[in-house]
């Protein structure tokens, strides 16, 4: 994935004609489309590659299952035209391992989650997401996902990632701020409401871009 906005759109719309929609209207903008069950159940995998026209796509299922699952489950993922899926790191190095080993096969990307932006996270995640993040280093995963609405544990956990890939979501309508995880290290923010509710998802993006101009 190129690091040109540092902006990844978030479609949890209810419709493919709307995710195709509102993805158009804001074409050259985002680096990448992250959709996930909302959408790919109401529209269907199909999505995946309807969008993959205009951005790259991450599939975010986080995925959380025993090893042969996860990598049926990422096959189909990346066999939709996805070039990147989004696991969960706490089921172990097994089943993450298979969730990488589908992503190299397909040259895709896998991103573990090592910590969520909401407030619950921080009952069960935030205490071992340091150990998620060295398993995600471990077994070689593109990236990992950390919080935008908790900007210092985006910076302790980019001293253990590593080189690894940072996506973080909650941006705009979690209360997390865009300027915040980029300098705390984020190498991509996620925003979603923000714009697809906006009256103008352009000029929204537009203003989201500015701010990290």
């Known amino acids: 994935m190129k690091k040109n906005s540092r902006l990844i759109l978030a479609l949890d719309v209810g419709s493919g004609d709307e995710a195709y929609s509102i993805a158009s209207e804001t074409e050259g903008i985002f680096d990448a489309i992250k959709v996930g069950y ?4 109401s529209a269907g ?14 599939a975010d299922l986080k995925i959380a299952d025993i090893p042969n699952t996860n990598r049926l489950i990422c096959d189909r993922l990346f066999s939709a035209g996805a070039q990147g899926v989004i696991a969960h790191a706490f089921t172990g190095r097994d089943s993450l ?3 990488v080993d589908v992503a190299r096969r397909y040259n895709g990307e896998l991103y573990a989650v090592a910590e969520m932006s909401h407030p619950g996270a921080l009952e069960f995640m935030s205490p071992i997401a340091e150990r998620l993040a060295i398993l995600a280093l471990d077994v070689g995963a593109s990236g990992i996902v950390a919080p935008a609405t908790r900007p210092e544990r985006i910076r302790t956990l980019k ?3 590593g080189d690894l890939t940072i996506i973080s979501p909650g941006v705009g309508a979690q209360g997390g701020s865009l300027r915040d995880a980029i300098e705390a290290g984020a190498d991509y923010a996620i ?3 923000s714009v697809y509710e906006s009256s103008s998802p352009r000029k929204a993006a537009e203003a989201l871009l500015d701010l990290i101009r």
């Open 38 to 41: 909302p959408l790919i159940l």
């Open 45 to 58: 995998l199909s999505v995946i590659k309807d969008l993959s026209s205009i951005a790259p796509v991450i």
């Open 159 to 161: 001293r253990i990632a």
């Open 191 to 193: 925003v979603g409401r």
């Open 97 to 99: 391992e298979a969730c």
